[in-house]
């Protein structure tokens, strides 16, 4: 089982178990193993998208409806959607989990993408949205478990950073 199938699985896992029932997400190479999961479960509804903030309108209508859910994406598309993730969730207060895969970090090859890559918990920071930096797969399970606890009990969207140790990284 590589890396990457076993921390998306225990992520997966912890969705079930927390009622996560709507995932968006961008597709990256990073997340193929959560998102297969999520695929394969007929409780979960996976819609993919064209660009992230599509995902946190989708994501608030849900909740307001009364649906629990987690947006996935890489690092990059963070920008795409600051703008979104700094209105609707902040101000009216709409939880779900945001999953983030990192380019620009340990071992990226592509040198455009480290700036945005950098900026990343920075800009999660200015947003005010709790962050937290997953970097061992031993310790995935209770942070995703309390990342969700504190999102939903706070009415506040929560970012987990999956760090290039836990998922590899990005080679050419």
């Known amino acids: 089982m ?4 076993s921390w998306g699985q225990t992520v997966y896992e912890r969705f079930k178990a927390n009622g996560i029932t709507l995932v968006a997400h961008v597709p990256d190479a990073a997340l193929v193993g959560l998102i297969g999961a999520c695929e394969a479960d007929p409780e979960i509804e996976v819609l993919q998208l064209t660009r992230e903030e599509e995902g946190v309108g989708i994501l608030s209508g849900a909740y307001l409806g009364g649906t629990r859910g987690a ?3 890489q690092s990059s598309g963070l920008g795409n959607c600051v703008n979104a ?5 902040m101000a ?5 989990l945001i999953v983030i895969t990192p380019r620009g970090r340990l071992s990226e ?3 455009s993408q480290v700036p945005a890559g950098r900026a990343v918990p920075k800009v999660l920071d200015a947003l005010g949205i709790e962050t937290v930096v997953m970097e061992r797969a031993d310790e ?3 942070i995703v478990d309390q990342a ?3 999102a939903f009990s706070t009415s506040q969207p929560v970012a987990l950073i999956a760090s290039t140790l836990l998922t590899g990284g990005k080679r050419a």
Do not use: C, K, Q, S
């Not at 590589?2 to 199938?5: A, F, H, I, S, V």
């Not at 993730?85 to 969730?89: A, D, E, I, N, V």
């Open 92 to 96: 009216y207060r709409i939880p779900f």
């Open 148 to 150: 969700l606890y504190t």
């Open 85 to 89: 993730l700094g209105g609707l969730p």
């Open 71 to 73: 947006l996935l994406m």
């Open 140 to 142: 995935v399970a209770t």
């Open 2 to 5: 590589t890396t990457t199938t």
């Open 109 to 111: 090859f592509n040198p």
